[in-house]
């Protein structure tokens, strides 16, 4: 009993098996600070020291760079896409139903106003088209 009593309770964290114990100061001036401080951003790496130690040693930074203005003109494309397919369903629909509710006659003729706004839809197809590879090859640089 009195062994278990006698032993020291293991409190806090686990030592390290190497723990960092050797630590440098650096000054730099305003305009330095600020040219570092674009780099850290630049690497996406919150933790300054870590981004210092990668750049000693040189291992591998990885840099991201994200295009608010891409991913805008993407996500706005993305949902216009959705609602050119929602007009090609609402086109089927709108087609079965000129058959089987109107006379031949009436049909033809509402076919003919739905073939006219087919045309301009195909003619805005078009220009999106155009719209996105000229955007890629200014902005995304894409030679394609």
Do not use: W
Request: aromatic content about 12%; charged content about 30%.
């Amino acid at each position: 009993m009195t062994t278990e009593k006698n032993k020291p309770r293991q409190v806090g964290r686990k030592p390290k098996a190497d723990p960092c114990r050797h630590r440098y100061a650096i000054y730099m001036n305003d305009e330095e600070n600020a040219h570092f401080l674009s780099l850290c951003e630049d690497a996406a790496m919150q933790d300054k020291s870590r981004f210092i130690k990668s750049f000693l040693f040189q291992k591998e930074l990885k840099v991201v760079k994200i295009d608010k203005a891409a991913m805008d003109y993407y996500m706005r494309l993305t949902t216009f896409y959705a609602q050119f397919r929602a007009i090609g369903n609402n086109y089927n629909q709108v087609t079965k139903a000129l058959k089987s509710t109107f006379t031949e006659k009436k049909a033809l003729a509402f076919l003919y106003k739905l073939e006219n706004a087919t045309r301009e839809l195909i003619a805005i197809n078009q220009k999106i088209i155009d719209l996105t590879a000229d955007f890629e090859r200014k902005h995304l640089n894409r030679n394609s």
